[in-house]
């Protein structure tokens, strides 16, 4: 199905739509909201929140000169109208493929995209960085945040407010609160206040009534200026953001361009402080499907735009996700004292079965990573079992926490790191590179890491048993590679790692996901006469001594093999057999890592491919090293 799309066809950047009267606008939404659903349908990608935005893109760029005037989305998947109207439509149908457009914002894909975003709540910090940078340079551009999608519920978005709110720099926020988390739906009046609220004339007055009062005596000025901010609070419930600093303008209907583009004309000229403007959308406006689903289209496959359904590939294995999930259930039923914490992620860390299971067991506490991991401190700290379960790329956000407040105290917190490792499609921003790297550095940690499914069930279960020290283990995005699973789990001796296959010339060391690639590499090793042992290593800390030492001294080669950034594994292994005196006696060692870059987007196999990580690049890495070695020796054995 091809939208039908005529007057979109006119418009290739901002300029062009920025030539339309405003009566054309309303179908100029109409036809972009078309060709959103049309273009997700063939890519997949996210929609709901998308298609909620798609007449305050309009108006943006209608108001707005953009790129002249900064335009920051937060969070950034909320950006696939943006991308239409600023000269992508032709590359559109491209997202979050390999070499096509980014799922997110991006810097260096358009001059449209000022700033990148993928996390939520970056975008308030970054535009006052340029309100100020514009200001010191003595620039007079607008600078724009859209913020919402549950951004609000991060912590880092109140620290910017905090700050623009004690400056004078021209800055405009526009909360997209598209769950009626703030304010209730709005309508013809809330829309009049808004447009009087923010005109010139009101702005005037207030300024004038401002400096009138500094006439009057101290108390008498205060009591002025708080009674004019709460009588507009008590109307509008921008109270909060006053307090904050910022002149609060709203709530208004997302959705109406007569109501919108006036408000934004009229914040447009205000040149004086910061200013909020609350806008209430609906997420999957226009299309049944994602109105009536939200969860469901938030992110979707490839759909079919008539029936609204998702083609989904059949698995013949679990999913890592859900298999933790379903073990998560298990171990709580065992044990009344654990808990599970998610960060606004539980269907995407299998949280949801916990929740359904124990309701009041679960917390959801939105998007703050930071304020997770030392909640989760505090309920280790009185004796339960907390899971965090937290997305390697977002468990970054709270790298505070997990150092000061469970490592630097040795609380039991237990980490189960979802999307550990390449991610496909969502590209480098939520790729699981650096976890095993910036928590294996920190005294008290426990690291593990699953190489099948199976191996997530024991590692689940050892962590609700195991409370000597935090515990982490990772897990990769997608499907489990088919092993027979375990009908009762066990426990797993702390640092201790186990043998697959026993092989004599070379030793292939693996932590993590890549394991089953090891096990095809030792099949095509033996076919070239190279009789390889296949190691799984499970934890990373503490390391299994007896085994790296074991692999090292009865193998010409040893390769480690993980999918995570150099720093990690590997150099925990080096780092090792260095102190050991293992390297002097002429073993042949390399680390299979993933590469020093950020990956973008791209299928999962074209990613191990291009990261060298498929069993024919373990293999040939591993040939490459035995015959390198063998002619140092002087011919092969």
């Not at 600093?245 to 408000?263: A, Q, S, T």
């Not at 937290?390 to 237990?414: E, G, K, M, W």
């Not at 190691?535 to 993980?562: G, I, M, N």
């Not at 950034?565 to 993933?594: N, P």
Request: charged share 25%.
């Amino acid at each position: 199905m091809t939208a039908d799309t005529p007057l979109l066809d006119t418009v290739a950047t901002p300029d062009d739509l920025r030539k339309l009267k405003p009566e054309q606008l309303q179908q100029l939404a109409d036809e972009l909201r078309a060709e959103v659903i049309d273009a997700v349908s063939a890519t997949g990608g996210h929609l709901g929140s998308g298609l909620g935005v798609v007449e305050l893109t309009t108006a943006i760029h209608y108001v707005f000169n953009t790129p002249d005037d900064k335009l920051i989305w937060d969070v950034g998947h909320q950006c696939y109208p943006h991308k239409i109207l600023t000269g992508r439509r032709d590359r559109i149908r491209t997202l979050r493929q390999k070499d096509g457009l980014s799922g997110f914002t991006k810097r260096s894909e358009s001059e449209y995209d000022p700033f990148g975003a993928a996390h939520a709540a970056t975008s308030i910090s970054a535009a006052l960085g340029m309100a100020v940078a514009r200001d010191l340079k003595k620039e007079d551009n607008r600078i724009v945040a859209v913020i919402g999608d549950g951004s609000m519920s991060a912590g880092m978005a109140y620290e910017a407010m905090n700050n623009a709110g004690d400056r004078a720099s021209q800055l405009t926020v526009i909360l997209n609160d598209n769950d009626m988390s703030i304010a209730p739906p709005v309508g013809a009046m809330s829309a009049y206040l808004a447009r009087v609220a923010s005109s010139g004339s009101y702005i005037g007055f207030r300024n004038f009534a401002k400096q009138l009062a500094r006439r009057f005596p101290k108390q008498l000025e205060k009591v002025a200026a708080k009674a004019e901010e709460y009588g507009r609070g008590m109307v509008t419930g921008g109270t909060m953001f006053e307090e904050l600093g910022f002149y609060y303008v709203g709530p208004i209907d997302g959705h109406n361009l007569d109501h919108l583009i006036p408000v934004l004309e009229n914040v447009r000229e205000i040149k004086d402080g910061p200013v909020l403007v609350h806008v209430v959308t609906q997420k999957g406006k226009g299309y049944e499907f994602a109105e009536n689903a939200g969860d469901k289209y938030h992110g979707v496959a490839k759909f079919d735009v008539v029936s609204g359904k998702q083609h989904k590939a059949k698995g013949n294995a679990p999913s890592y996700t859900s298999v933790f999930g379903d073990q998560l259930v298990k171990e709580a039923a065992r044990d009344e004292r654990i808990v599970g914490i998610t960060a606004a992620m539980p269907a995407g860390t299998g949280l949801d079965k916990f929740m359904k299971a124990y309701p009041a067991r679960c917390f959801d506490v939105g998007i703050a990573e930071q304020h997770a991991v030392t909640f989760a401190g505090g309920l280790a700290a009185e004796g339960l079992i907390p899971f965090a379960a937290i997305y390697s790329t977002f468990l970054q956000r709270a790298y505070d926490s997990v150092v000061h407040d469970v490592a630097l105290q040795n609380l039991p917190v237990r980490f189960a790191l979802d999307r550990a490792g390449l991610v496909g499609a969502d590209g480098a921003t939520h790729a699981g590179a650096f976890d095993t790297a910036f928590l294996g550095c920190l005294p008290n940690m426990v690291l593990m890491a699953a190489g099948d499914e199976a191996e997530l069930v024991h590692m689940t279960h050892t962590a609700a048993r195991y409370d000597e020290h935090p515990i982490a283990f990772r897990f990769p995005r997608g499907e489990g590679v088919g092993v027979e699973m375990p009908e009762t789990p066990k426990f797993l001796e702390i640092g201790k790692g186990r043998v697959l296959k026993e092989g004599t010339k070379v030793a292939l060391l693996s932590y993590g996901g890549r394991l089953n690639e090891c096990l095809k590499a030792a099949e095509m090793l033996g076919a070239k006469g190279l009789s390889t042992t296949v190691a799984d290593a499970r934890f990373a800390k503490p390391l299994d001594h007896d085994l790296v030492r074991s692999l090292a001294s009865e193998h010409e080669v040893l390769l480690t093999v993980e999918e995570g950034s150099e720093g990690g594994f590997g150099a925990f292994v080096l780092h090792f057999l260095a102190k050991d005196g293992t390297l002097d006696q002429g073993l042949k060692v390399r680390t299979l890592t993933l590469p020093d870059r950020y990956q973008d987007q791209a299928g999962p196999r074209d990613m191990y491919d291009e990261a060298r990580l498929t069993a024919e690049h373990i293999a040939s890495c591993a040939a490459t090293l035995f015959e390198g070695a063998a002619s140092v020796a002087g011919g092969v054995a």
